[in-house]
Each structure stands twice: as C-alpha cells, then as structure tokens.
C-alpha cells in the first residue's frame, strides 16, 4: 500500500505563489494533482506520465502551473504561480499505474491519494 502525504498548502494573497510537496512511501507511476472547492466535485489540475516526460494541465492552470516529479526523492510537486481566489481549494495529489494521457484527467482511475493540503488565495 503506497502512502502519498502532502504539504505546503497556505493562504496566500492572489499574485503570490506556492509550491506543493507530495511524497510517496513507494513506487508509483502515474501522478497527478486535483482540487476540490466547496461545493464543487473534484477537478483535475496536472498530471505527468509514468516516465516522467509528459505534463498536461487543466486550462485554467495552463502557463501558471507546473507539475513535475523528483524520482530520486519520490516526490511530486506542484509549483503554482500567480495564485487568483478562484484557485482556492484543497488540493490532493495522486498516483496508480500507467495511464495514458487522456486517463491522467480521470481521478477514478487513481489508486492513491493524499490527504489534501488547503490552498487559500485572498483577493
């Protein structure tokens, strides 16, 4: 059983940037990160292929957002600029197997998953 664990989520002001961690206690493949705001379903943010040399990003994160992997370290990260209230959320990350692009959006199709870490952008 793989354990994800996220951090450095925070409430910033809008324009400001923070980076997110998710460290994972054993192999996985492919990765992702996704939101949920209150009242709203989960949503795909970014995710990575197995190999590490494919990103995809959700359109409103698109030039923003930058998801990318440590493999040494078993790390995930999600470095996140200019931050706008609507970008509030929790955010979790994620990891399974080998998707394929178009899976990398389907957060069913995930094995693992974090706790979540609160991301708060004041306007």
């Known amino acids: 059983q793989v354990q994800l664990v996220e951090s450095g989520g925070g409430l910033v002001q809008a324009g400001a940037s923070l980076r997110l961690s998710c460290a994972a206690s054993g192999r996985t493949f492919s990765k992702g990160w996704f939101r949920q705001a209150p009242g709203r379903e989960r949503e795909f943010v970014a995710g990575?292929?197995?190999?590490?040399?494919?990103?995809y990003y959700a359109d409103s994160v698109k030039g923003r957002f930058t998801i990318s992997g440590d493999n040494a370290k078993n790390t995930l990260y999600l470095q996140m600029n200019s931050l706008k209230p609507e970008d509030t959320a929790v955010y979790y990350c994620a990891a399974g197997g080998i998707l394929s692009n178009a899976q990398l959006r389907a957060a069913r199709l995930f094995d693992y998953w974090g706790q979540g870490t609160q991301v708060t952008v004041s306007s």
């Open positions: 990575i292929t197995w190999d590490g040399a494919s990103t």
